[in-house]
């Protein structure tokens, strides 16, 4: 019975004391500390592949059979290399992106930071591992991106912009003061508190479009995530100001013109 209960901790032990370990690592390198840490976040996946990798081994020398287990590994390594290296392309092109991602000094990106990888989503990185980088979108919808994939994709990264400029866009009907207009869109602008540039927003006609002139202006804020409430807020005072000022803004809308019948056409 003794032999037994010392045959299972040899091969449960490991694979506990990993556990462990990897409790006392979640511990000490947790997501509040990895935010803006993007090396570490990978060196602690590096860190738990290890832990149990080695686990393993050690559990599996302790069969018999494999007694010389570090032997035959070493010996081996070649061929498992070339073994692995054929059936595991994609997940080690992960892991070395994912390397190479972390230890360069110019990292497009750290954890924290609002990104969008290509055509995917703009999201928050929340998590950074050997295969992926998880994305969190203003929906909470979670994205995960291979890292073979954003080492190949354009990055663009908004959190480390000074400012952020997001467009306002408003229709106004044909035979508005469009001067009047302008000037009433960049009051509300320039007035609000997050507001961040000049004092006379520059506003463009953009488009004679089928139903109203299209006017635009740029709301500029110190932090992205200012800007959506920002540019709330200047819409809504935007109706409210052109209300008052009697401009109008204009829904879609067509005009039809019916011919008169010809008198062939009456007389049949």
Known sequence: MEDVLIKILEYIGPFAVAYVLNWLLTKLMDESKMRGRLHMVLLRSLIRLAIWLGAAIIAVSFVPTFSKTWETVVASSGIAAVVL????????????????LSVTQARPF????????????????????????????????????PNSVVSSSTIINFTKMTEYSYPITVSVAYGTDVELAMRVMSRVI???PLYR????????????????????????????????????????????????????IPFPQMDVHLKPESPAATEA
Not at 120 to 128: N, Q
Not at 212 to 229: C, D, K, Q, S, Y
């Open 197 to 248: 540039g000049n004092s006379q927003v520059p506003i463009l006609c953009r488009e004679l479009g089928d139903s109203g002139i299209l006017l635009r202006g740029m709301m500029t804020t110190a932090r992205f995530i200012e800007n959506p409430g920002a540019c709330s807020d200047c819409r809504v005072e935007i109706l409210k100001r052109f209300a008052e000022e009697g401009i109008e």
């Open 190 to 192: 320039a007035t609000h």
């Open 110 to 145: 750290d954890i924290g930071d609002r990104i969008q990888i290509g055509t995917t989503d703009p999201g928050f990185v929340v998590d950074a591992t050997l295969r992926h980088v998880a994305i969190r979108t203003f929906q909470n919808e979670m994205i995960y991106v």
């Open 85 to 100: 290296g054929l059936a595991a392309q994609s997940t080690l092109a992960n892991v070395f992106a994912g390397i190479a």
